[in-house]
């Protein structure tokens, strides 16, 4: 539309200009010629206003009339008139003696400079114009200056269709050359803009892409993965459809870091990656679930050929090695373990805990083994299960993510169990609120590392990526062992008692008491506990920071009844004060 809009307005300027140019033309040579008259033909006698010799009117008529049939092509007839107004000699003798007084000869007459009119060809003129009627005329009024004062008007009449057509020729002319431009400006700016886009929106998918992409070696990350296991688990949640996925770890690994440094490491993780991206082609994923840990899936369909795929990802790695310096050249050897839904577990966590439990058995058995869950034909295996094997695994998901995340948790259900305790609540719940209290950050592992790492404040757009945590981590847990107490736990401990946290902005005792409790010990947990930006805060500090938060973001009675506790209680977990404490959860050596 700007390139139309440019054209037209282009169009019109031009056009606008060269009328004028024309016309202007058109009078500067009718100027000449009138001066040209004068000073050869007409005597000062003649623009006295005096009454003339009729034969002085003829001749001067006959010498106009010689102008208008040979000297200048165009000119259809030339008037004379006296200051008021008529007409002292014309190359038409019926005219002379008329009064025209009026319009542009008026104007010419008072100013004493050239008037101009664009008119048609009338009906009282269409006898002594050789026009038809209707035909375009141009009428210019050219004063004769004596002594200061317009002593007559010369009236020049010019057919004025050859201008007209020159003019439409020429605006034709613009029009086409302008439309000709802003079509092809047209097709440029739609080709840059659509290139443009194209590349503004490759990199948006680039970028986003790249959230969901281990930076070394090109895979999904663990969030990623952890969340199309679940995506493809609800898809398949009603059906006995089966679907597989298999956790591998490199032998080793620490040992090869320690001996020779980070970039051996790198070195084994890039070739484990080239291998499994080998061996593992889609539809089954592929992903980076931990520092040393791949994790592969294998949708309804595919399932079945995941177990032989990952022997030949074992395979191909017995044939490769590392050497570094004058080292001997160092295998490359992964332990595995695969396992199914629905047979080992129908949730996200469950299957990760199958698997990580099964791995802690491929890797004590020597390593460079792969290992398939098992599960006796009666089922015992299943109902032996308890709440804190899955804990197991989700906590263990959340430590290969971010190792504070993890002390942060095992503190937070610390003081959330301390905190339960001081308020008399069943031993029931108090088993329910420690598993909250272990697994309410498990949604950040679903958070980019560039930004739950980040040794510094969050922007506002990097703090509402964070903020969804809390609905991630009810995805998650949705299928553990008390489940509607730890949700409630997960999702709303970032809600606050004066209703201003998120996600939902509960106020008072809408938000449930696990939550409540949790939010206790969080802050607590987080003040105490040192950050890449900031030093933990001394107990002291924090049980004063906590007070000051009552009735605000916390609720009064908890607050009052944690801060009396860990100032009186000989049984008070403090942070970092080196008096043993008691696991928070022991897994089971054995799942199967």
């Not at 440019?6 to 009078?27: G, M, N, Y």
Request: with cysteine; charged share 20%.
């Amino acid at each position: 539309m700007l390139a139309v809009v440019t054209a037209a307005a282009l169009a019109w300027l031009v056009s606008d200009h060269v009328t004028k140019a024309a016309i202007d033309s058109s009078v500067s040579s009718d100027r000449s010629l009138v001066r040209e008259f004068v000073a050869s033909t007409l005597r000062p006698s003649d623009l006295t206003g005096e009454p003339l010799d009729p034969a002085r009117v003829a001749e001067v008529g006959r010498d106009l009339a010689t102008l208008v049939d040979h000297d200048s092509p165009g000119i259809l007839q030339i008037k004379v008139h006296a200051a008021d107004g008529h007409v002292l000699f014309s190359d038409n003798p019926s005219s002379v003696g008329d009064s025209e007084i009026g319009g542009e000869l008026q104007e010419a007459l008072d100013d004493g400079l050239p008037a101009i009119g664009l008119e048609q060809v009338g009906e009282g003129d269409s006898g002594t114009l050789p026009l038809p009627l209707g035909a375009p005329i141009l009428e210019a009024y050219l004063p004769v200056i004596l002594d200061g004062r317009t002593a007559a008007v010369f009236e020049v009449y010019r057919d004025a269709a050859p201008i007209l057509a020159h003019i439409d020729a020429t605006r034709r002319d613009v029009i086409l050359v302008t439309i000709s431009a802003a079509a092809v400006l047209v097709v440029l700016l739609y080709l840059i803009f659509r290139a443009a886009q194209a590349r503004l929106t490759r990199q948006t998918a680039e970028l986003v892409e790249s959230t969901r992409r281990d930076a070394m070696t090109g895979l999904y990350n663990h969030g990623s993965m952890v969340g199309a296991l679940a995506a493809m688990l609800d898809g398949v949640r009603d059906s006995d459809a089966s679907l597989a996925i298999a956790l591998l770890d490199i032998d080793n690994f620490r040992l090869l870091n320690d001996t020779h440094g980070h970039a051996a490491g790198d070195a084994a993780l890039l070739q484990v990656a080239a291998a499994m991206t080998t061996e593992l082609a889609p539809p089954l994923l592929v992903g980076r679930f931990g520092p040393d840990e791949f994790l592969a899936v294998a949708p309804v369909g595919a399932a079945s050929h995941l177990e032989a795929a990952v022997e030949r990802v074992r395979d191909r790695l017995s044939g490769l090695s590392l050497q570094f310096g004058a080292s001997e050249r160092l295998p490359v050897s992964v332990s595995a373990a695969v396992c199914y839904a629905p047979l080992h577990g129908r949730a996200a966590a469950e299957l990760l805990s199958v698997a990580a439990a099964t791995l802690n058995e491929a890797k004590a058995s020597g390593g460079n083994a792969v290992r398939v869950a098992e599960r006796g034909a009666d089922e015992v295996a299943a109902a032996q299960r308890t709440s804190f094997d899955v804990l197991a695994g989700l906590v263990i998901a959340v430590d290969t993510k971010d190792r504070y995340t993890k002390r942060h948790s095992e503190d937070v259900a610390r003081y959330a169990v301390f905190l339960a305790g001081r308020m008399g609540l069943e031993s029931d719940v108090r088993r329910a609120i420690q598993a909250a209290g272990l697994l309410h950050d498990v949604g950040k592992i679903g958070i980019p590392d560039v930004i739950l790492r980040k040794p510094g404040p969050l922007t506002a757009e990097e703090y509402d990526i964070v903020k969804q945590h809390v609905a991630l981590g009810d995805v998650i847990v949705r299928d553990v062992p008390d489940g509607e107490t730890v949700r409630a736990g997960v999702r709303h401990h970032h809600e606050r008692w004066d209703g201003t946290g998120y996600l939902h902005g509960l106020a008072g005792e809408d938000i449930p008491l696990v939550a409540r409790i949790l939010a206790v010990a969080d802050a607590f947990s987080a003040m105490t506990s040192s950050r890449p930006y900031r030093k933990a805060l001394s107990v002291a500090e924090a049980l004063r920071r906590l007070e000051d938060a009552a009735g605000t973001q916390l609720e009064t009675g908890l607050v009052s009844a944690f801060v009396a506790g860990i100032e009186t209680a000989a049984d008070a977990p403090l942070p970092g004060d080196g008096r043993a404490t008691r696991r928070i959860w022991t897994p089971e050596a054995r799942i199967a």
